[in-house]
């Protein structure tokens, strides 16, 4: 036995000698990674050479969206592996275009689109005119792909020459609204999903009462749906100089268009005057050289990458260091949670932190919230409402810009503003919420033989997800419902200068696109960012001596090397492109993510299931 003993002690101690290696190796590779990233910061140029003529190449990767989403290292590695789907600002797009229009060195702009996989059509309509503006220059744009998906082409179709691949093609698959829907399955689970709401279209819990979208849905996502549809083909036609029915005409009847080219999609496309032209990449890229001229040293065309050509313009893009008038400008992208929360997500706190800390800078004339959400916790929602109240109340003027959805939550944090700004493929609305309390005392009882029983001293201290929740509770949760949307339809008639009941009508949960919202009073204007900052500036009387400035949360320093480190390592480094199945993934991760980090202290949300990117 001792021998015995001493065997499994020698082992052990292997096996943790073993580890503790294992562990120093770990840290030394980190170490060297943290210091060659160091390095490769110190010493990369700050400026890079551009040749005096050059292509500007921008390649937005992933989706394009208002405020970048800030990451934790595991969801950093994820991006780099080609596990999630990564993301651009808009901003940088927008400002390298506009850079580069008065720059004599660049002749071209690339919009290569191999790697995006889209955005809401308001941001597309940003770019595009962006890439409108460079081309009244009598510079060239062109656009090239592999193959162009429905957004990308969007964006190609504003080019001066549109160029996919002799395999690839076009592809309109138009709008759709489709969910899961689970009440068979919780039903044979035995859950009982107590939902409490308000309003007959707000359908972000149709899903746990039916097995398929409702008539009022249906209806009223038809009607939405309809109206972004007719702006996309009219969008799109105008800029192919064709008309929006031959356009639609290609999405409809896509199988016999492809057929009548004989399988080839790229012949489809080129037959019906989608595309200019067919070809190898080896063919796109002498194409290129003849236009700007060759790097014979990297043997392709003269050209410089967004990320880079950034680096030469001004270095305070966002204007945080803009002394003198402002107009400050808070984006609000996400979910709207209760708490303090980084970028890509709207805390009640942390975001009011922002409203607050302009109001308390005697340099910001008037305050911009760009909403870009579709909602959250009521209780955030109306933390943040009460911070532009308060900016309001200083004399500080507030404009709501709403981006591509501000609905339910989104709509109420931009019900405290002076003027409300839609798109008009804003998704908006949704005035309704709901709550939802799951048990699960049946599949307890029914097949594992658990029951729940105790005594407590007040009722409140029974309530629990293993219990059935008893009737007087759910009539005092649906109570707490139908008084916070009370409070909801109060805040909206006082903002829209309308009655409760005017309100009501038009509200009831139903989502709305941005040019309806407009004609039923939801909004004031219809225009983009750069409109609402121009009304910002003329409610404050700023004249056209002003800067803009973005406010954003500080980061520690700690966060900021990281987030420096992990972001140039991860662009210098090959990505693989995230497959379709990772996508989806990707999106049913952050969905469940999202559900889970659902925080309001009352179990009342304001929230619309809609996509802002």
């Known amino acids: 036995m001792p021998e015995k003993s001493n065997v499994v002690i020698r082992v052990l101690r292997a096996l943790w000698r073993g580890i503790d290696a294992a562990r120093k190796v770990?840290?030394?590779?980190?170490?060297?990674?943290?210091?060659?990233?160091?390095?490769?910061?110190?010493?990369?140029?700050?400026?890079?050479?551009?040749?005096?003529?050059?292509?500007?190449?921008?390649?937005?990767?992933?989706?394009?969206?208002?405020?970048l989403t800030a990451k934790s290292i595991d969801q950093l590695i994820d991006e780099a592996q080609g596990n999630a789907i990564p993301e651009t600002l808009l901003k940088d797009v927008l400002d390298a275009i506009e850079a580069a229009k008065e720059d004599e060195r660049i002749e071209v702009l690339v919009l290569d689109l191999s790697a995006f996989r889209g955005a809401r059509l308001t941001k597309l309509q940003d770019v595009a005119k962006a890439l409108e503006d460079f081309r009244s220059s009598g510079k060239k744009v062109i656009a090239r792909a592999d193959f162009l998906e429905q957004d990308g082409y969007y964006l190609a179709a504003h080019a001066d020459e549109?160029?996919?691949?002799?395999?690839?093609?076009?592809?309109?698959?138009?709008?759709?609204?489709y969910r899961m829907y689970y009440k068979e399955g919780i039903d044979k689970l035995g859950l009982d999903v107590n939902v409490f709401k308000v309003?007959?279209?707000?359908?972000?819990?149709?899903?746990?009462?039916?097995?398929?979208?409702?008539?009022?849905?249906?209806?009223?996502?038809?009607?939405?749906?309809?109206?972004?549809?007719?702006?996309?083909?009219?969008?799109?036609?105008?800029?192919?100089?064709?008309?929006?029915?031959?356009?639609?005409?290609?999405?409809?009847?896509?199988?016999?268009?492809?057929?009548?080219?004989?399988?080839?999609?790229?012949?489809?496309?080129?037959?019906?005057?989608?595309?200019?032209?067919?070809m190898t990449r080896i063919e796109i890229r002498q194409h290129l050289v003849e236009l700007v001229g060759e790097d014979e040293e990297k043997h392709t065309f003269n050209q410089v990458g967004m990320a880079d050509y950034l680096r030469t313009i001004d270095d305070d893009r966002f204007g945080r260091d803009a002394k003198g008038d402002k107009v400050a400008i808070i984006v609000a992208r996400g979910s709207i949670l209760d708490g303090?929360?980084?970028?890509?997500?709207?805390?009640?706190?942390?975001?009011?932190?922002?409203?607050?800390?302009?109001?308390?800078?005697e340099d910001v004339k008037a305050i911009i919230l760009r909403v870009d959400s579709g909602g959250g916790s009521a209780f955030a929602s109306e933390v943040i409402r009460r911070e532009c109240e308060a900016a309001r109340a200083a004399g500080i003027p507030v404009i709501a810009s709403m981006g591509s959805v501000a609905a339910s939550g989104g709509f109420w944090i931009s019900t405290s503003s002076d003027q409300i700004w839609a798109h008009p493929g804003t998704i908006t609305g949704s005035i309704g919420i709901f709550g939802m309390f799951p048990t699960y005392q049946?599949?307890?009882?029914?097949?594992?033989?658990?029951?729940?029983?105790?005594?407590?001293?007040?009722?409140?201290?029974?309530?629990?997800?293993?219990?059935?929740?008893?009737?007087?509770?759910?009539?005092?949760?649906?109570?707490?419902?139908?008084?916070?949307?009370?409070?909801?339809?109060?805040r909206v008639a006082e903002s829209r200068g309308m009655?409760?009941?005017?309100?009501?009508?038009?509200?009831?949960?139903?989502?709305?696109?941005?040019?309806?919202?407009y004609e039923l009073g939801l909004v004031d204007n219809l225009g983009d960012l750069d409109d609402a900052i121009a009304a910002a500036a003329e409610l404050?009387?700023?004249?056209?001596?002003?800067?803009?400035?973005?406010?954003?949360?500080?980061?520690?320093?700690?966060?900021?090397?990281?987030?420096?480190?992990?972001?140039?390592?991860?662009?210098?480094a090959p990505r693989p492109e995230p497959s379709r199945v990772d996508e989806q993934l990707s999106r049913f991760k952050a969905a469940v993510r999202e559900l889970a980090d659902f925080n309001d202290p009352n179990h009342v949300y304001a929230w619309s299931t809609i996509e802002t990117d």
């Open 540 to 572: 404050a009387g700023l004249g056209d001596d002003y800067a803009v400035s973005y406010i954003k949360p500080e980061q520690k320093f700690m966060e900021r090397l990281l987030s420096d480190l992990m972001g140039s390592a991860i662009a210098a």
């Open 499 to 517: 009655t409760t009941e005017e309100v009501d009508a038009v509200a009831q949960g139903r989502v709305w696109s941005g040019a309806d919202a």
């Open 162 to 177: 549109i160029i996919v691949h002799k395999l690839g093609g076009v592809v309109l698959q138009g709008f759709g609204r």
């Open 340 to 361: 303090s929360h980084p970028a890509g997500t709207i805390g009640g706190d942390s975001t009011g932190a922002l409203i607050r800390k302009a109001r308390n800078d």
């Open 26 to 67: 770990f840290v030394n590779l980190l170490f060297l990674f943290i210091v060659v990233a160091l390095l490769a910061l110190m010493f990369k140029s700050d400026k890079p050479d551009i040749a005096d003529t050059t292509a500007l190449v921008i390649a937005p990767e992933g989706r394009l969206v208002e405020q």
């Open 199 to 278: 309003g007959t279209y707000k359908s972000a819990v149709e899903p746990f009462l039916l097995d398929g979208m409702s008539g009022d849905a249906k209806q009223a996502n038809r009607e939405w749906l309809g109206d972004l549809w007719r702006i996309y083909l009219d969008d799109v036609a105008e800029a192919r100089g064709m008309t929006a029915a031959q356009l639609d005409s290609y999405a409809q009847d896509f199988p016999p268009v492809v057929s009548a080219a004989n399988g080839d999609a790229a012949k489809a496309a080129l037959d019906f005057g989608l595309v200019d032209k067919a």
């Open 442 to 490: 049946r599949p307890l009882a029914e097949h594992l033989g658990i029951r729940v029983d105790g005594i407590s001293t007040a009722p409140l201290a029974a309530v629990r997800p293993d219990r059935e929740l008893p009737a007087d509770i759910g009539e005092v949760l649906q109570q707490f419902i139908e008084q916070g949307y009370r409070e909801f339809l109060a």
